[in-house]
């Protein structure tokens, strides 16, 4: 092959190269363009993911085990993890455990969980569990009132009653983290 011949298909080559190139970048911009446009279309159908941090949380009065009504309030002054579960959730299930070491573990922190069933399941599901802290059972006005999208879900709430963070957690590490953003006072 010639030299004009080898120059010839290394030019169509570069060309190729350069358009391949060029059709790239156009698609990464259009699909940029478009997930940003799908974004937006979606925002009205996006649900909250819990009430904002620094909002109020709500007050509640809610039923223990033990049938006694345990408020919020009673327990203004202390870091306070609340999470929302169910006796039905599988993940629920899987992150009790890690709940309970935590509660063993962080004696700063006070843990009340709302848990979606009857008294006695609650009960059962406290014994079986082994926690030492309140089991309350879940209402839907307390679940509205937090907004609470599925289980579980946590909120921290600090000292003075404000939510400092709110999620959902699968490990003892992820609540560790979650509450140790909240400051105490």
């Excluded at 970048?25 to 937006?40: D, G, K, P």
């Excluded at 003075?160 to 105490?184: P, W, Y």
Aim: hydrophobic fraction near 45%; charge should be negative; proline fraction near 4%.
């Amino acid at each position: 092959m010639s030299d004009r011949a080898v120059l010839r298909v290394l030019l169509v080559l570069v060309t190729a190269i350069l358009l391949l190139f060029l059709a790239n970048v156009t698609l990464f911009i259009r699909v940029n363009t478009l997930q940003s446009e799908v974004l937006e279309a979606l925002k009205p159908f996006q649900r909250n993911m819990g009430l904002p941090v620094a909002a109020k949380a709500p007050e509640f009065e809610l039923a223990n085990t033990n049938g006694e009504k345990i408020t919020l309030s009673g327990y203004l002054g202390h870091r306070i993890l609340i999470a929302f579960t169910s006796t039905t959730c599988g993940a629920c299930e899987e992150i009790y455990p890690e709940i309970r070491r935590f509660s063993e573990s962080e004696s700063d922190t006070i843990v009340l969980m709302i848990s979606k069933g009857s008294m006695e399941e609650n009960r059962q599901m406290r014994a079986e569990q082994g926690f030492r802290f309140p089991v309350l059972t879940w209402t839907d006005e307390v679940s509205a009132a937090y907004q609470v999208p599925g289980t579980p879900f946590f909120y921290v709430v600090n000292s003075e009653g404000a939510v400092g963070q709110a999620g959902f957690a699968g490990s003892l590490e992820q609540l560790r983290e979650m509450v140790h953003a909240v400051e105490t006072k």
